[in-house]
T-cell receptor, first 115, second 112 residues
Framework: DSGVTQTPKHLITATGQRVTLRCSPRSGDLSVYWYQQSLDQGLQFLIQYYNGEERAKGNILERFSAQQFPDLHSELNLSSLELGDSALYFC??????????????FGPGTRLTVL | DAKTTQPNSMESNEEEPVHLPCNHSTISGTDYIHWYRQLPSQGPEYVIHGLTSNVNNRMASLAIAEDRKSSTLILHRATLRDAAVYYCILRGSMDSNYQLIWGAGTKLIIKP
């Protein structure tokens, strides 16, 4: 158990809908990262937040957005969902803001299925 | 843009050393090299990281080329529990907007 929690574990929805994925970082960690992993693919880095502010941006679509709240939990919002958005979404946390040696601790993931 | 290149898969026999290569020819001077692995049905977990010098920890060793354009993750005695996808990652500094570049990963198959 990494200490990072993600809810829900599974989510099934329809095309065109909007969903929110939630992540709670390890106690004391200030950064939250979001990743997308499509079936049998590698991880795609989406975005990182550090202490409430956006720190680094990857291949995040405009239909996706994220935020980190004062209690440091984070939410990833996915809108106008398409079949291709079906994937496993991982959240990770780290102590610092992206310093070179920061270790990321990953949650168990949320599996999103878009029908 | 920086990128990392890894072989899709590799096979090794149990109890033998494994060398997993990664090419990162566009690495910048302040990028750190990180390795993570993902066991089946789990989230990735940290393995090791380094900048210029070779590094060792209880899980593995990291050998970094002198020009830093490639690195090799070394598992000294692979066991069946080491079967996983291994990712090579570049972590940038503020100068590169803290970029985080993940490779596509190498699936390591261990034969008993």
């Amino acid at each position: 158990d990494s200490g990072v929690t993600q809810t829900p574990k599974h989510l099934i929805t329809a095309t065109g809908q909007r969903v929110t994925l939630r992540c709670s970082p390890r106690s004391g960690d200030l950064s939250v990262y979001w990743y997308q992993q499509s079936l049998d693919q590698g991880l795609q880095f989406l975005i990182q937040y550090y202490n409430g502010e956006e720190r680094a941006k990857g291949n995040i679509l405009e239909r996706f957005s994220a935020q980190q709240f004062p209690d440091l939990h984070s939410e990833l919002n996915l809108s106008s969902l398409e079949l291709g958005d079906s994937a496993l979404y991982f959240c990770a946390s780290s102590v610092g803001g992206g310093q070179f040696t920061d270790t990321q601790y990953f949650g168990p993931g949320t599996r999103l299925t878009v029908l | 843009d920086a990128k990392t290149t890894q072989p899709n898969s590799m096979e090794s026999n149990e109890e033998e050393p494994v060398h997993l290569p990664c090419n990162h020819s566009t690495i910048s001077g302040t990028d750190y090299i990180h390795w993570y692995r993902q066991l089946p049905s789990q989230g990735p977990e940290y393995v090791i990281h380094g900048l210029t010098s070779n590094v060792n920890n209880r899980m593995a060793s990291l050998a970094i080329a002198e020009d830093r354009k490639s690195s090799t993750l070394i598992l000294h005695r692979a066991t069946l529990r080491d079967a996983a996808v291994y990712y090579c990652i570049l972590r940038g500094s503020m100068d590169s907007n803290y970029q985080l570049i993940w490779g596509a990963g190498t699936k390591l198959i261990i034969k008993p």
